[in-house]
C-alpha cells in the first residue's frame, strides 16, 4: 500500500487550516456537582497513516484547564469515563484482547478495578454505591456491533455467537460476575433505582443481527432471571427508568440500524403494559434521553437544527431549552447534565466549526475548549429546504470556501446510510468531503423521506418504497439547489455507502441524470442480499414480509432487475467482512455493469467490515474517490467533462 498512500497524501495535502493537528473528543462525562468535565481525547493529523493515540482527560468545567490525563499504554483504547462520588473517575481501557476497569482519583492515580480477555463498554455504578456494572463480553471473537468486521465464516456456520452480558464487580475490585444469563445479547440497560436489578434491551442468539426484534426486559441481580416487560412493535433504544422506578422511558421507532437512534418517546409501566407513545406527531426526531430527579429530558432533531427537549410523561414534549444547527454528542446520551439539573456539557461541532466541549446553562452554553479554534472552514454551509410530493425535505449545501464566480461548477450529491438517519453537520477537515471541497465541488447532502428530522411519519414514508419517493425527493431537491447556486447540470456526481450505495446503485438504472457515481458498500439484489447478509431480521419491519413470504418488493427495488438501463460510469468499494452488506453485492453490481459495457472499477478492501477504518484503505478510497469523479465530470477548474 506504500505507493498507493503517498499519492493520496499527496493528493490532499491543500487543506487551508493553519493547525497541525485536530483535537478530538468522544465519550463525554461531567461530574455530579459539575465542576469536572472527563473526555477520550486525541490529536489527529491530516491524512494520518494511522490512527490516532487516545488518552482519558479530567478538566475544570468552567475553565477547561486539564487536571489530570490517563495515558496507560501505546495503542490503547478508552471508552465511557464515568464519574463516581468524590471526583473519582471510572474508566475502561482495552490493549489488545484484554479489558480493565480503572478508577482515577481526583489527583490521577490510577488502580485496576477488574481485568478480563474480552470487550466491555457503558459501567453504570450501583444505586447503593457498592458495585460497578458494565457490559460485557468474555472471549469477544469480534467488536461489538453490526458495522464491525465479521468473524470469518469457515466451519459450521452459525453455531457460535458472542454474548454480551451484564456483569457486575464490587468497587473495592475484584473479579466481573455475569450476571444475565448466557442465552440473552444485553443491548442497553439501565439500573432499577432499589438496586435489585435492571431494566434492559436484549434478544435471544445472533447479537447482532437480532437488535430489531429485542424486548424491553426486566434482568434480576440475584438469580439473572429475564421476565419480559413489553415487546413494542418498534424498534427501541435508550431504556431509562424513572426515579421512583415505576415507569420505564425509551425511544421507539422505525430504525434501521443499532446506534442510529430516532423515533417517539414512550413510557410503560417496570411491572410491564403496553407502552404509549407520549410523543405523538412530533415534527422532530428523539435521539437519546436522561432521566433523572430534574425530570425527562431529550435530545432531537428538528429540521435542521439539534435541541434539547424536556418531555412530561402525561403532558408530552416542550418546547426547546436550547436548539441550533449543529451536531452534539456526549456521552451514552447526546448531553450530560449534572445533579444540579442546570448543568449541561456536550461536544458540539458544524461544517464550519470543529469540535469543541460546550458547558454551562443552557441559557449561556458555550465552549470552554479552544484547542481548535486556528482551524480554517473548507465549505460554506447552508441549509436547503423543499416541498415534493405533499412532504418538507431538508438538506444541506456545501460550497467550497473559494468557490469560482466566472461559470458554472460541479456537484457531487452524497446519499447518508440507514435509511433511518440524517446527515447532521459535521465539520469538513478531512476525508472525502474535504477532498472535493479542496477540488472545487459543490456537495449537496440530502435528507429525503424515510430520514429523521421531521418526524416518524416522515421516517415511514419509504417503507416498502425503496429508491421510489426518496429518489425522487433527490432529485427535487437537486433542483431546488441549482435554483439557488450556480451548478453545472450536466455534471452531477452522485455517492453513498450502505443505504446510500444501494440508492447510488439504483438511481444509475433510474436515471441518466448522474455522469458518475461512487457506491460504498451497496445493496444490487436484495433476493441474494437476502440470504447471505448477517441481519436479515432489519428487512422485516421495512418490507413487512421475508423474501421467502413476498419476494415481489425485494425483486422490484433491485438494481440488477433493471441493470440494462445502466450508463453511468460506477466506482464501487466494500469491506471483506462486512456483515450488513457481504462484498458479494458489489460483486454482482460489478459484473453486471461490465456485461453491459458501462466502466466500472471494484475495489474490496481485507479484513474491514460494513465501515471501512483503517486508515491506508481510507485513504485509497479517497483517492480513488475524487479521481473518478475528475475523470468523468471534469475537474472544476475545467469547464468540461474529458
Known sequence: MRLILTAALAFVASAPATAATLHQFSDLALSP????????????????????????????????????TVDQCAGCHYFDPTFLPGGRLLGIVKDGSKTRLIVVSPAGQVTTLSQFD????????????????????????????????????????????DEQRIAVVPLAGGELRAVSPADRYVYEYDWLPDGTGFVATSAHGNGDNNWWVATLDRIDLARGAVSEIAAP???????????????IAFIGGLMSDFGSVGGDVYTVPVTGGTPTDITPGYHGTFTSLVWDGHGLTASALVGDKMAIVPVVPGRGPGAPLWSAPVTIKGGDARFVRASDGRTYAAIVEDFEHPAAIYAGPLASFGPITHDNDKWQSLVKAQSVSWKNEGFNVQGWLLAPATAPTSRKAPMVVTVHGGPSAATTPGFVWEGTRADLASEGYYQFLPNPRGSYGQGEAFTRANMRDFGGGDLRDILAGVDAVERAAPIDDSRLGLTGGSYGGFMSMWANTQTNRFKAIVAGAGLSNWISYYGTNGIDEWMIPFIGKSVYDDPAPYWAMSAIRTIKQAHTPTFIYVGERDIEVPPTQSTEYWHALKAMNVPT???????????VRQPEHVLDIRRRTVEWFNRYLGSPGTNAAH
Open 233 to 247: 412493535a418498534t424498534q427501541l433504544n435508550f431504556p431509562r427508568v424513572s426515579p421512583d422506578g415505576r415507569t
Open 33 to 68: 456537582n459539575g465542576d469536572r468535565i472527563a473526555a477520550v481525547e486525541s490529536d489527529a493529523e491530516p491524512n494520518a497513516p494511522r490512527l490516532p493515540a487516545e488518552r482519558i482527560v479530567m478538566r475544570n468545567a468552567k475553565t477547561a484547564a486539564v487536571l489530570a
Open 601 to 611: 472499477s471494484l475495489v474490496i478492501y481485507p479484513d474491514e467490515g460494513h465501515h
Open 118 to 161: 474480552g470487550i466491555a463498554q457503558k459501567p453504570l455504578l450501583s444505586p447503593d454505591g457498592r458495585s460497578v456494572s458494565v457490559l460485557a463480553t468474555f472471549g469477544a471473537r469480534k467488536e461489538a456491533g453490526a458495522t464491525q468486521p465479521g468473524v470469518r465464516q469457515v466451519g459450521e456456520i452459525g453455531e457460535q455467537n
